[in-house]
């Protein structure tokens, strides 16, 4: 008896570390393929090598959103299923869901990548605490895909020219300023845009400049008017239970890989925006896209007042009713941390 106590003590020893050592599988959702470079250079070739950035004993499955025939607007609902253990967030689509988000990004409020980081680290744990609580899921980094400007099928000089006009828009922030303009706004996913743009369905659209290089814009427009409106807030989140299942020491080295690739993507946005800006207006150099001839439309003070200007007159007010409806402290958060930051 005793002899087969041992051996059965010495099995169940040998067992618990071949348990720690178990691997890893993980199901990411990432961007669209047809996205831009953001996603093709930093984040599919970082999942895909995740045991090499993290250390960690991981094999990963990553299928971009598009692929996988999910609407980006789903993202934090496919979270919150299981389906897939982490989801590349579009920030403006799924903020249809969960209103917090928006407030990392409204219209007018990061006219700069150096402003951007400022407030959306002002206000991140509050949208964290929001998607834990309802969705399950925590958030792991966040970063832009870059200043969304406008691309116009026709000659525009500047905001006033909108009115009248159809806006491809990101985000209900961006429909409720063109709609101030006097323009329509109009939600569509990024791949129809292009044949929407060269069809006539809408008369501009809104995006980063590398992303609408990536994605032929530049074929079905004629115009740019580079005025930063947002930064287009993404980010990586992971199920809780996917979380919960690993040690502290495994979620802090996938925690420590994302914002790794989150402060990269970051500082390649910015190169990324500068090029992009550079090809679709046919100058050089032209690094990473393809060469057009965009007219690029000079930005007025004036222009550059409404932008700012709308922060406080049209983006804050109708963003904070829609939020403070779902979570009753969502704009006194806001004010706390971004708002003390910009002296609101």
């Known amino acids: 008896m005793l002899k087969r106590a041992l051996l059965t003590a010495t099995a169940t020893a040998l067992m618990v570390p071949t348990a720690q050592a178990e691997s890893i599988s993980l199901k990411v959702l990432g961007q669209p393929a047809g996205s831009g470079l953001i996603a093709q250079n930093k984040e599919q070739p970082f999942f895909e090598a995740l045991a090499e950035h993290s250390g960690l004993d991981v094999s990963v499955q990553y299928?971009?959103?598009?692929?996988?025939?999910?609407?980006?607007?789903?993202?934090?609902?496919?979270?919150?299923?299981?389906?897939?253990?982490?989801?590349?967030?579009?920030?403006?689509?799924?903020?249809?869901?969960?209103?917090?988000?928006?407030?990392?990004?409204?219209?007018?409020?990061?006219t700069s990548f150096a402003a951007g980081r400022n407030n959306v680290n002002a206000f991140y744990d509050y949208v964290d605490s929001r998607l834990q609580e309802r969705f399950n899921a925590k958030l792991l980094g966040v970063w832009p895909?870059?200043?969304?400007?406008?691309?116009?099928?026709?000659?525009?000089?500047?905001?006033?020219?909108?009115?009248?006009?159809?806006?491809?828009?990101?985000?209900?922030?961006?429909?409720?300023?063109?709609?101030?303009?006097?323009?329509?706004?109009?939600?569509?996913?990024?791949?129809?845009?292009?044949?929407?743009l060269s069809r006539g369905i809408v008369d501009c659209a809104i995006t980063g400049p590398a992303s609408a290089n990536s994605g032929g814009w530049p074929e079905a427009t004629s115009t740019v008017l580079p005025i930063a409106l947002q930064l287009a807030i993404n980010g990586y989140a992971i199920n809780m239970n996917t979380w919960n299942r690993l040690s502290t020491e495994q979620q802090t080295q996938l925690a420590e890989a994302i914002a790794t690739l989150s402060d990269d993507i970051w500082q390649y946005s910015e190169e990324l925006y500068e090029d992009a800006m550079r090809c679709n207006a046919g100058e050089s150099p032209c690094e990473f896209g393809i060469s057009y001839s965009l007219t690029e439309v000079p930005v007025s003070e004036a222009d550059l007042a409404t932008v700012t200007a709308a922060v406080e007159e049209v983006?804050?007010?109708?963003?904070?009713?829609?939020?403070?409806?779902?979570?009753?402290?969502c704009e006194a958060a806001w004010r706390e941390t971004v708002g003390a930051q910009l002296g609101l």
């Open 145 to 196: 895909a870059g200043p969304q400007v406008i691309f116009c099928s026709e000659e525009i000089s500047g905001l006033d020219d909108l009115r009248g006009l159809r806006v491809r828009v990101g985000d209900q922030s961006a429909a409720n300023f063109v709609g101030e303009l006097g323009a329509t706004g109009i939600s569509m996913p990024f791949g129809d845009v292009q044949q929407a």
């Open 63 to 110: 299928i971009p959103v598009d692929v996988a025939g999910i609407p980006d607007t789903d993202g934090l609902r496919v979270l919150n299923s299981g389906l897939f253990d982490i989801v590349s967030l579009r920030g403006p689509q799924v903020s249809r869901d969960e209103p917090s988000i928006l407030g990392l990004d409204l219209i007018g409020l990061n």
């Open 315 to 329: 983006s804050l007010p109708i963003w904070a009713s829609q939020c403070n409806a779902v979570a009753a402290d």
